[in-house]
């Protein structure tokens, strides 16, 4: 692992909620899948996650949620 990706990863532990940290996981599962799968992001698509990246994460309401999948069944 470099460096750079190694204290990403003990920065995530040390500051995120579990909960945060599961969906990390999920995203870096994701982006493994796909890189390790031989594709690779255009520009435009590595903008746009570095984009996403910069955004602040806003969890959803708990309430919200649970009435969106109510009514989905």
Known sequence: MNTRLKDVIGEAEAR???EAQERLVEIIESFVASW?????FSAE??????EIDAEPFEAADPAEVEEFFRRRG
């Open 16 to 18: 995120l909620a579990p």
């Open 45 to 50: 698509e590595m903008a746009r996650l570095r």
């Open 36 to 40: 390790g799968a031989g594709g690779s």
